[in-house]
């Protein structure tokens, strides 16, 4: 069973800076196309962003050129760099391990974009 465990949301104002982390469970994390996604209140989840195991990228349009998503295998961890930070980013994030026949999910931290 894999465990991802997301820390890093929190409270920002407009135009602010977060860096979310997502750490996994297990010994094969490099293998695995790991993900961002995010629900706001009464909508469906989306996909943010993902990074496969050849460190290639993908962003939603509406994160291109303000978020980033890195990995360190040695550390089995995700990260997602988010800069100008927008209201319409608030929240809850999950971080996700794509595997064949399986994704497994992080239990979401919240982000919150306020002034």
């Known amino acids: 069973q894999v465990q991802l465990v997301e820390s890093g949301g929190g409270l920002v104002q407009p135009g602010g800076s977060l860096r979310l982390s997502c750490a996994a469970s297990g010994n094969i994390f490099s293998v695995y196309t790991m993900g961002w996604y995010r629900q706001a209140p009464g909508k469906q989840r989306e996909l943010v962003a993902s990074i496969t195991s050849r460190d290639i990228t993908n962003y939603a349009d509406s994160v291109k050129g303000r978020f980033t998503i890195s990995r360190d295998n040695a550390k089995n961890t995700v990260y997602l760099q988010m800069n100008s930070l927008k209201p319409e980013d608030t929240a809850v994030y999950y971080c996700?391990?794509?595997?064949?026949?399986?994704?497994?999910w992080g239990q979401g931290t919240q982000v919150t974009i306020s002034s």
């Open positions: 996700s391990q794509n595997r064949p026949f399986t994704t497994y």
